[in-house]
C-alpha cells in the first residue's frame, strides 16, 4: 500500500519545497554577500569612505528589519507563492535600478530599499517558515539544507561577481545579477505550496499512526500577540538581534581586511567565495545536528568557530600568513551555518501555528537590525582609528551574547 504522504509511496512533497527555498536562497545570499565584491569596486571608482559606503548594506539591512514581519505576515495571510513571486519581481527591479546610479544615495535608494525589499521578502525568516511547516521531527535537517543555499550562493557568485566587474564592470554585474533574479520567478510563483494540507499530506510524510500521536501532543497554535507575552520570544529576540549583525560585520569588511593584509583583491575573493561551499555543509550538519543534541548546544558550538575565525582575522597582518587566511574561512563558513537556521528552528519549534510567519519575521526583524549597525559600526571605527580591531573586539562579545540567550531559550523550554 502506497504511503498516504509520499507520491507514488516513495517521495515526500516537502524535499521540493526544499529545494526551491535552497536554489532561492542560493540566489538572494549570492547577492547580498557579494557585497563585499561592489564595496571595494565601489571606493575604487567613487572614492567614498568606508563608512558611507557600509552604509548602503546597513540600508539594507535597515529595510530587511522595518519589512520581515509585514512580510511574514503577509506569507500567513497570503500564502507562498503571491507573496515569493512578487519577492522576485522586486529584487529584480532594484538589482536593475542599481546599475544606473551615479552617487551614493541613489544606490542607496535602489540597493538599500528596493533590491532589500525583496531579499527580505525572500529572506531567511520566511523560507524557514516555510520550511517549518512541511517538516516537524526533522525540522533542523529540512531548515539547514534549504538554507546551505546560502554558502553555495556565496561559492559561485562573490567570485564570480568580481570575474564580471573585471572584465567589465560593476554595472554590468548588478545587470547580470538581476537577469539571474528574474529566473526564479516561474518555479516560486507555480511550483510552492504553502504547507502540506494544500496536498493531502502531512508534516514529515507521517503515517496514520505518527500523526495520531502527535494530536495526542498537541504543539499549540501560537499568535503573534501571544508570543510577544513570552519570555522565551524576548530571549530568542536578543539572540537574532547578535547572531547575523557580527556576521554580516565580517561579510562585508572582510575583503577590505583580507586586502589591507597584502592579499590579491581576486586571491580574496576567490577564499571567501571558497567559504560559502563551507556554510553550506556548515547548515546542513548543524540543522542535523541540532535535532539530535538541541538548538542551544549546537548554537554554542558555532559561537565557538565564530570567535576563533574572528582571532585568526585580527591577526593578519601580512600576505605571507596564508595558514591564519585558510582557518579563517574554513571557521567563519562553519561557524556561519551555525547562526539564521538555528535562530529561526528554534522560533519554529516554540511558536508553531498560525502565527510562524510572523514570529519567524519579527526574529528576521531582529537579524536585520543587528546586520545594519555591525558593518557600518566597523566602517566608522576603521575610519578613525585605521584597524579593525575594536570592531572585531565588539563582534566576538556580541557572539557569546548571543550564544548565551539562545542557550537560555532551550533551557527554559526543556524544564
Known sequence: MSHPNRIGGRFYYGWVIVAISFVTLLVVFGIRLSFSVFFVALIDEFG????????????SMITFALASTPAGIALDRWGARRVFGVGVLVLGAGLLLS??????????LAYGVVASLGITILGLGLQASLVSRWFRSRRGLAIGLAFAGTGIGSLLLTPGVEFVIAAWDWRIAYWSLAA??????????????????????????????????????????????AAARAPAFWLLMLAGLLAIGPVRMLTVHQLAAITDAGFPRSEAAALVGLGGAVTAGSFILFGALSDRIGRGRAYVLGAVCLVAAIALLNGLRRPEQVAFLWGYVLLFGLGEGSRASLVTATASDLFPGRAVGAVNGAVGSMFGLGAAFFP???????DRLGSYTLALQIAASAILISALALWAVNRKSAD
Open 180 to 225: 539571474l533574479a528574474f529566473l526564479g520567478f516561474p518555479a516560486n510563483a507555480l511550483l510552492l505550496r504553502s504547507n502540506p494540507a494544500e496536498m493531502g499530506l502531512r508534516p514529515d510524510g507521517e503515517t496514520d499512526l505518527e500523526a495520531e500521536s502527535a494530536r495526542r501532543d498537541p504543539v499549540g497554535d501560537w499568535t503573534l500577540g
Open 99 to 108: 546599475g544606473m546610479i551615479t552617487g551614493l544615495w541613489q544606490l542607496v
Open 376 to 382: 557600518w559600526l566597523a566602517g566608522w571605527i576603521f
Open 48 to 59: 567614498w569612505g568606508r563608512a558611507d559606503t557600509a552604509f548602503i548594506f546597513s540600508a
